[in-house]
């Protein structure tokens, strides 16, 4: 069983930055691929960004191309999502979750955390 605890959200303006973090116990970490997701208000949960577990492999939703980074370092069993540019759509919580296999599907993650909030002043 994996516990996983997000941290690193808050309040930013517009252009700024933030660093998620994910923290990983209770199973064995570095073979899971790992994903963010995020949901805003009114809105359906959407894939963010998925890292494999080697790290060598990584997805990005569309709308975070060229802003975002997902990373782990498996020796501290955490995940991170780098934020850079930040606009008022990418408001929401942000959960990171693990899966069996690689996948951009929210469905394929049996392992989720609590979320954490971001919001983006416009």
């Known amino acids: 069983q994996v516990q996983l605890v997000e941290s690193g959200g808050g309040l930013v303006q517009a252009g700024g930055s933030l660093r998620l973090s994910c923290a990983a116990s209770g199973g064995t970490f570095s073979r899971y691929p790992m994903g963010w997701f995020r949901q805003a208000p009114g809105k359906e949960r959407e894939i963010v960004a998925v890292i494999s577990w080697t790290g060598g492999r990584r997805y990005y939703a569309d709308s975070v191309k060229g802003r975002f980074t997902i990373s782990r370092d498996n020796a501290k069993n955490t995940v991170y999502l780098q934020m850079n540019s930040l606009k008022p759509e990418d408001t929401g919580v942000y959960y990171c979750?693990?899966?069996?296999?690689?996948?951009?599907?929210?469905?394929?993650?049996?392992?989720w955390g609590q979320g954490t909030q971001v919001t983006v002043s416009s």
């Open positions: 979750a693990a899966a069996n296999d690689y996948s951009d599907s929210s469905s394929s993650y049996g392992y």
